[in-house]
């Protein structure tokens, strides 16, 4: 069973850029595909990106398209999220997912990323 483990969460300023890391435990990392969601208070979660297993192949919510990458070093088993050009509306807990066929069964706990105007 793959564990995850986000990181890199925290506090920046409207503009500013982070980047957050997803480590993975369990040999099955390099068959899933990943995916990042965030929620912000009193709202549903929400997808961010999502990268195939091989790393080929990424897709992105509009609202974060162009400022947002999302990245696999299969080797680390880690799974990253560079978000640049953040904006107050960024503001949420980030969590990565990992599943196949679509379906994400395996879950972080979650890092706040928080952006001040």
């Known amino acids: 069973q793959v564990q995850l483990v986000e990181s890199g969460g925290g506090l920046v300023q409207a503009g500013g850029s982070l980047r957050l890391s997803c480590a993975a435990s369990?040999?099955?990392?390099?068959?899933?595909?990943m995916g990042w969601f965030r929620q912000a208070p009193g709202k549903e979660r929400e997808f961010v990106a999502a990268?195939?297993?091989?790393?080929?192949?990424?897709r992105y919510a509009d609202s974060v398209k162009g400022r947002f990458t999302i990245s696999r070093d299969n080797a680390k088993h880690t799974v990253y999220l560079q978000m640049n050009s953040l904006k107050p509306d960024d503001t949420a807990t980030y969590y990565c997912?990992?599943?196949?066929?679509?379906?994400?069964?395996?879950w972080g706990q979650g890092t706040q990323v928080t952006v001040s105007s």
């Open positions: 990268v195939t297993s091989s790393g080929g192949r990424t």
């Open positions: 997912a990992g599943g196949v066929a679509g379906s994400y069964g395996v």
């Open positions: 369990g040999r099955a990392f390099s068959s899933y595909d």
